[in-house]
């Protein structure tokens, strides 16, 4: 019973942390078009910076992961939310491209020891039928922290448009101390020298494990999840661009938006979620996710009522808010006892998704602003067809396995 109520509590805590590190990232989506302004930078530059975050990511995920799994959970995450507090301190004294960038280089290093590390403590303290719901209470943290995000950012830009960033640092540095004092190691020493030699034959360059990568037996997960942070992050990157410059939305307007199309996908997470995965099975939640995400991330195109327009947001975020989680457990039931690892290119591929997307969304968007949601659109539809047809060959093959084992031996 007290160890129950000891994970429970440190779930608790891992639920803070990675909240604040969401809702730091999620402060600049309003924020950013008035940026363009004081800053006199183009639709391209926004998307660059977007993904100079997810780059220095993708570089430090895999390493995290590996670390978390050597020295244990506690002490990266402590590290991550220092590193992430200073890229807010940063952001918000930044006079010049230059140090937005800075900023956003540390912030990725900093998401990139947290989230590995979080995802693989929430493994360690539960049982595989505990998994989905332990996974489901992070991500709902996560979708609260981008639910929070643009709305704090919005309002907090009333005081003056860098206040958001700073009051996110002070967040994040009074979490780190929380946790040194509070959070106890999931791992102990004989565990971590466990998973230490198993992981020294996995010390190949970043490189090396992505294109290895496919070898694994979650390898479509890892598509999946580089697929969805595409669509995602061209969808959110030039959100509070399209709407400023097509209907001359305030921050507040973006903020609320925003906030109001994620609720669902936060409530979701946190009541109903695992009971979803364990009644229809991740790959039927994924394929309906990834083909209503595709149909309304088109639809935004052809709505201009300001109903219609939270309307199909709302139906956007809740589909890629419950992807991201039925992806992640899929990934954490096949990883076995490398969780640090799978957790680590779980976070790398989304990277990669994080990178690609703002880049595309932000040429696009200075070339016509309705280009980033057309290509959005059509990647989450192809990946819907590529989840079908695998679905329908892992079947195949069940059947053929079920066959071969029901015919009697002579």
């Not at 997810?54 to 990266?76: A, N």
């Not at 991500?139 to 448009?161: D, K, Q, S, V």
Request: with cysteine; charged share 10%; aromatic share 10%.
């Amino acid at each position: 019973m007290a160890l129950m109520l000891r994970n429970r509590a440190a779930l608790l805590l891992l639920m803070f942390n990675i909240f604040l590190v969401f809702t730091g990232i999620g402060l600049v989506v309003p924020i950013m078009p008035t940026f363009m302004n004081t800053l006199h930078i183009s639709g391209s530059i926004v998307g660059l910076l977007t993904a100079t975050f997810s780059v220095s990511q993708l570089i430090c995920s895999p390493i995290g992961g590996r670390i978390s799994d050597r020295l244990g959970r506690k002490r990266v995450i402590i590290v991550g939310m220092a590193v992430f507090a200073v890229s807010e301190f940063l952001f918000g004294i930044a006079e010049a491209p230059w140090l937005l960038f800075v900023s956003r280089i540390l912030g990725g290093i900093g998401a990139a020891l947290i989230m590995p590390a979080v995802m693989a403590y929430t493994a360690d303290i539960t049982t595989d039928e505990e998994r989905a719901k332990g996974m489901g209470f992070i991500n709902a943290a996560i979708t609260t922290g981008f639910i929070i995000g643009p709305g704090i950012g919005g309002f907090l830009a009333e005081f003056g448009i860098r206040v958001p960033f700073f009051a996110a640092g002070v967040a994040a540095l009074i979490s780190g101390v929380i946790t040194l004092f509070v959070l106890p190691e999931s791992l102990s020493k004989e565990r971590q020298a466990e998973l230490a030699a198993q992981s020294l034959g996995r010390r190949e360059s970043l490189l090396k494990q992505l294109t290895t990568s496919y070898r694994l037996p979650y390898f479509l997960s890892l598509v999946i999840v580089f697929v969805s942070a595409f669509g995602l992050a061209n969808y959110e990157t030039v959100f509070g661009l399209f709407v400023d410059h097509k209907f001359g939305f305030t921050a507040r307007d973006i903020a609320v938006i925003i906030t109001f199309g994620s609720i669902a996908g936060a409530v979701v997470q946190a009541t109903i979620f695992g009971w979803l995965l364990n009644r229809f099975g991740e790959q039927l939640v994924i394929s309906i996710c990834l083909a209503a995400a595709s149909l309304f991330v088109l639809m935004t195109l052809f709505v201009h009522e300001y109903w219609l327009i939270v309307t199909v947001t709302f139906i956007v975020f809740l589909s890629i808010d419950i992807l991201r989680p039925a992806i992640g457990t899929q990934i954490s039931r096949r990883a076995g006892d490398q969780q640090g690892f799978a957790a680590g290119l779980n976070s790398a591929y989304s990277s990669l998704g994080n990178i690609a997307g703002p880049i595309v969304a932000g040429a696009l968007f200075d070339v016509n602003i309705n280009y980033p949601y057309v290509s959005a659109a059509v990647v989450l539809f192809l990946c819907f067809l590529l989840v079908l047809r695998v679905g329908s060959s892992d079947r195949k093959r069940a059947e053929a396995m079920g066959a071969e084992t029901a015919q009697p031996r002579v």
